[in-house]
């Protein structure tokens, strides 16, 4: 069995882009090296599970991490909180599915009961006194951090990596001007993808399939006025710069966000953060992909789209329709990348230094994590 977090594996990828290769296919399609990713990537780092407004007052979400289950809720005072879904008394599953909850979490086994800050206070008919050195304070939820950003709810079973401002660098900076705490979530969809999840953002950070790929999303986001965005952080970025109207102003029908710089009122940001969300931020709304890896070869993908205003219906119908036939472009080219690789015994390729760069730096980071190096990415330079 190969260990990925040995140096050696990752030499192709090192050094710069002009003479990097691609990832090893065995990333794509080894299920050994899938087991060894899930450890290092989702559970050593921080990973997106769903977006703000699924995790509202009086709900629950249930989310696996690495193999590992966790609980997210609010607290009483509205604040995220996450939890292992297990019991401590005797193990149980708390929380099977997603759904409403009261102002507990009560285990469906024994009834011992958990306020929304994990802490024990009710173990209806346990016999305190015939038990020795019993105190509830040690038997509260074990927690997990949890935070937002980019209204994506952040996981981390590993309590050793940055918190999430340093994780993501100056990308809050970069994005504080768009509001996005005013943005409400309008509509969404989920997809299962027959290709590794790394193919899928990999796709989303280049441009350099545009043209061939996708004919209609060429005439308002151009090739010609696509640029990188990135600065020191954990993400991968480019930037249309202006975005275009089209035949039919898909994406430019909706009402524009209050407050924008004159940039980010031209431009669309393309924003791949790692491991495993991508965010598209137009000057009227935001449409982000989750990325959930299944099996080795497979993913499901999670798709919303906010808008800071209320969207006529008819519009917004418009503007998903037309992300949907754009993303069914990008998953039959990734679902084919994927039979390639695999199928077709592919060995390892180049990538260009103008138009995948982006992919360069994101092998580079999956590269640190195996190998254990916290490093956060320099920016582009000017």
Not at 145 to 173: C, H, K, M, Y
Not at 325 to 332: A, R, T
Request: one cysteine or more.
């Amino acid at each position: 069995m190969t260990d990925w977090t040995e140096a050696q594996n990752w030499v192709g990828v090192r050094g710069d882009v002009s003479s990097a290769t691609t990832l090893p296919p065995a990333t794509y399609t080894d299920a050994e090296y899938f087991e060894q990713e899930r450890l290092a990537i989702f559970g050593g780092g921080w990973c997106g599970v769903a977006m703000v407004d699924e995790v509202t007052a009086g709900k629950v979400i249930v989310r696996e991490v690495a193999g590992v289950s966790v609980i997210i809720t609010r607290n009483q005072q509205d604040q995220l909180r996450g939890y292992l879904n297990s019991c401590s008394h005797r193990g149980t599953e708390l929380v099977e599915q997603d759904g409403p909850i009261d102002k507990v979490l009560r285990c469906p086994y024994h009834r011992w009961t958990f306020d929304l800050d994990g802490t024990l206070i009710s173990t209806p008919l346990l016999d305190r006194d015939a038990m020795d050195n019993f105190n509830p304070d040690d038997f509260g939820l074990r927690k997990v951090r949890v935070d937002l950003f980019a209204n994506v709810v952040w996981i981390s079973l590993n309590r050793e990596v940055p918190d999430i401002t340093q994780w993501f660098g100056d990308l809050g900076e970069r994005l504080g001007g768009y509001g996005l705490e005013r943005y409400e979530m309008r509509s969404t969809a989920t997809f299962a993808v027959k290709a590794n999840w790394k193919l899928l953002t990999e796709n989303f950070q280049e441009y350099y399939h545009l043209g061939w790929v996708h004919p209609e999303l060429a005439k308002v986001s151009r090739v010609d006025d696509h640029y990188r965005y990135q600065g020191p952080g954990r993400y991968c970025g480019q930037t249309t710069t202006p975005v275009s109207n089209g035949d039919n102003g898909e994406w430019t029908g909706l009402q524009n966000a209050s407050g924008l710089s004159p940039s980010d009122a031209q431009s669309g940001r393309h924003i791949a953060l790692f491991p495993n969300v991508m965010l598209t931020l137009l000057p009227n709304h935001a449409c982000t992909f989750i990325l959930e890896p299944t099996q080795v070869g497979q993913s499901r993908e999670h798709i919303s789209w906010s808008t800071p205003h209320e969207p006529d219906s008819e519009d917004l119908k418009k503007l998903t329709d037309f992300w949907l036939l754009v993303n069914n472009q990008d998953i039959e080219i990734c679902e084919k990348a994927q039979r390639g690789i695999h199928r077709g015994r592919f060995s390892g390729g180049r990538l260009s230094p103008t138009l995948e760069e982006p992919l360069h730096r994101f092998y580079n980071m999956l590269a640190d994590r195996f190998e254990g190096i916290d490093r956060c990415p320099d920016g582009d330079r000017e």
